[in-house]
């Protein structure tokens, strides 16, 4: 019976198809703040601020805004912070049961440029091994187009009196 499992097992690992490589994408957007960084991050540094500036219904489930802190976006997309400075923030996105796991993180940092103007960077990174180049062009349009129009609306935000 062990010499069974024992081949059962070897034949099941040896026509298993293995994992394709990791191919990760850097895509790093950023726009010019005609504010100090210091004064654009308290307006919109806050780790729910995303609900203002990108439209996004966001709830915290867990933590007091610091490392470890749980955002809830769109009551589906779950993004645990693991980073955090003065003027930025980084987080990540769960392995998902039955889904590939991209390896998805993101982060955002208010750079001060002078002590009058500072530059908002957004940068996220994510493995698209497992997508076509055509789904890979597409995903990366969407979201240069989503978090394009969001530093447009920070840039806003941040500028107002």
């Keep these: ?12 690992l040896a026509t298993a ?21 210091a004064d654009v991050w308290a307006r919109v540094g806050g780790y729910c601020d995303i609900s203002e500036w990108a439209g996004l219904d966001c709830e ?4 007091d805004g610091g490392i470890g802190t749980v955002r809830v976006l769109r009551g589906t997309v779950v993004e645990p912070m693991v980073a955090k400075t003065e003027l930025a923030y ?39 091994s497992q997508s076509s180049e055509e789904e890979t062009n597409t995903t990366i349009e969407r979201r ?16 107002s009196d």
């Design 17 to 37: 198809s293995p994992a394709a490589e990791p191919i990760y994408y850097r895509l790093e957007l950023d726009i010019e703040i005609d504010r100090p960084a």
């Design 90 to 128: 980084g987080y990540t996105q769960p392995v998902v049961e039955g889904q590939y796991y991209t390896l998805y993180h993101g982060f955002m940092e208010a750079r001060p440029v002078t002590e009058s103007t500072s530059r908002l960077i957004y940068t996220m990174m994510w493995d698209v």
């Design 144 to 159: 240069r187009e989503f978090f394009g129009a969001a530093l447009a609306k920070i840039k806003e935000i941040a500028e």
């Design 60 to 63: 915290i489930t867990q933590g």
């Design 1 to 12: 019976m062990r010499l069974r499992h024992l081949l059962l097992t070897l034949v099941v």
